[in-house]
């Protein structure tokens, strides 16, 4: 998410007494950011962080400062930043600036790493901390092609890795950057109380921003739409609290259009629920029944994605419609989670394992 909200502007005098730490024997971040959150609600504290971030003078700052930016959902600031560090005498400076262009041109733009072996060769220093975010690039691009057993590949480096780290801020969020990782992961895997564990810390530390927290607490919500609709009513609505909270509209957009009515749609609860999203509309009409305007509006895409398949296959009852989406959820997604929406359905049909592998032979 690029920052949709900038918050309240600061007063002169606050703004000064930020101005006024800097210096070249000035505190670290993390200690500024300690000595502000004291102060300060958090809206205010991230802004008078990001002014002491532009301000630093040490080249230690300058580098954790892209970190602070970027794990608050800062991009047009993490951009400004990494310019300033590109200019720094300092090498490792510069390289840092390197890593978190590819990481605003991945999120923003999706950038890919077509040749890792020319990418990693710009690194010349053997920085802990700058070896640890090349670990998580390396994940990230693994991950981004939906090639999630790489986490079991890294996770032990990582973890060596991070016990190099020195720098208190940079070692919570790279703590948090591994536990995001590691969720994911876990989801998508239906390892699914590992991944509320791993959930769970996150919302609970309390550097984690509003936003990251609105949208993993919307997750979480979602590890719970088969087991316990109950209480995934209760975590999406602690996410729509926070996104209204903090005027988040964007993730209140995607919470009210697309995680409520795919939770309700899945429980079979549909009664006074509406959304603008085409998708979430046909899921919500297959499960009424409505199966002609289910398919009339999932032929309005223009290419359906194994989920959408699997609301077709839903409206229509067409078996090789829902295991196809079965299969691409598998094999395309590695998700195992939501791949069994469509093997429940199957199920329901009397598929089971031998007709599942007589299928796969053809």
Not at 94 to 99: G, N, P
Not at 207 to 214: P, S, T
Not at 300 to 319: F, H, K, R, V, W
């Amino acid at each position: 998410m690029r920052n949709e909200e900038t918050g309240p502007v600061c007063s002169s005098e606050q703004l000064e007494s930020v101005r006024q730490l800097v210096g070249p024997d000035e505190p670290a971040l993390f200690t500024v950011l300690q000595q502000l959150t004291k102060e300060y609600d958090e809206i205010t504290t991230i802004q008078l962080t990001k002014e002491f971030c532009f301000h630093c003078q040490t080249d230690e700052n300058k580098r954790v400062g892209l970190e602070y930016l970027y794990m608050n959902g800062l991009l047009d600031e993490v951009q400004e930043l990494v310019k300033i560090n590109e200019e720094s005498a300092n090498q490792i400076n510069r390289e840092w600036a390197y890593l978190y262009q590819f990481f605003l041109d991945r999120k923003l733009r999706n950038a890919e790493i077509d040749d890792f072996e020319a990418f990693f060769s710009r690194f010349q220093t053997s920085d802990p901390e700058l070896e640890c975010l090349i670990i998580f690039t390396k994940i990230y691009v693994h991950c981004d092609k939906f090639d999630f057993k790489v986490i079991d590949n890294y996770r032990g480096i990582l973890t060596k890795q991070l016990l190099k780290i020195n720098n208190t801020l940079l070692r919570i969020y790279f703590q948090l950057r591994e536990n995001e990782m590691l969720f994911v992961h876990h989801f998508k895997r239906n390892d699914i109380e590992a991944a509320r564990n791993y959930g769970r810390n996150l919302i609970e530390n309390s550097l984690i921003n509003y936003a990251k927290k609105c949208y993993v607490t919307a997750n979480l919500a979602e590890t719970y739409v088969f087991d316990d609709f109950e209480k995934a009513k209760v975590y999406i609505k602690e996410a729509k609290d926070i996104a209204i909270k903090y005027d988040l509209s964007y993730f209140l957009g995607v919470i009210n259009n697309r995680i409520v009515p795919f939770m309700h749609a899945v429980n079979n609860d549909c009664d006074g629920i509406e959304t603008n999203d085409i998708p979430e509309a046909a899921h919500l009409e297959a499960v009424k029944g409505n199966a002609e305007e289910a398919v009339r509006l999932l032929n309005s895409l223009e290419e359906l994605t194994p989920y959408q398949e699997y609301y077709l296959g839903l409206a229509t009852g067409d078996e090789k419609v829902l295991y196809n989406s079965y299969q691409r959820l598998l094999k395309e997604k590695k998700d195992f989670f939501f791949s069994k929406l469509p093997l429940r359905e199957l199920q329901k049909r009397g598929w089971n394992s031998i007709e599942e592998e007589n299928a796969n032979a053809h």
